[in-house]
Nanobody, 116 residues
């Protein structure tokens, strides 16, 4: 089992930045892929970004050029640097992990609110 705990959410004005963190513990040796997802009120959860253990990244079109996903394998940490935030980025952000793709394990989520 793997436990994931997110932190770093909060309230920020449009155009601002936030950095989310996700601490992984447990059977982390089984994890290759980690990612961030988000769920806005009344909407389905959507994928934001993914990173492999080797550092390969992929981003949703809506965040490309604004968000940066990174990980520190030695510390079992995952990060999401969010820049140029927009009100439509408001959502609960979830950290996820898995062997071949995220989705096997989930954190509890952290709220990000972007005011206009």
């Amino acid at each position: 089992q793997v436990q994931l705990v997110e932190s770093g959410g909060g309230l920020v004005q449009a155009g601002g930045s936030l950095r989310l963190s996700c601490a992984a513990s447990g059977s982390v040796f089984s994890i290759n892929s980690m990612g961030w997802y988000r769920q806005a009120p009344g909407k389905q959860r959507e994928w934001v970004a993914t990173i492999t253990r080797g550092g390969s990244t992929n981003y949703a079109d809506s965040v490309t050029g604004r968000f940066i996903i990174s990980r520190d394998n030695a510390k079992n940490m995952l990060y999401l640097q969010m820049n140029s935030l927009k009100p439509e980025d408001t959502a609960v952000y979830y950290c996820s992990a898995g062997q071949f793709s995220p989705g096997a394990y989930w954190g509890q989520g952290t709220q990000v609110t972007v005011s206009s």
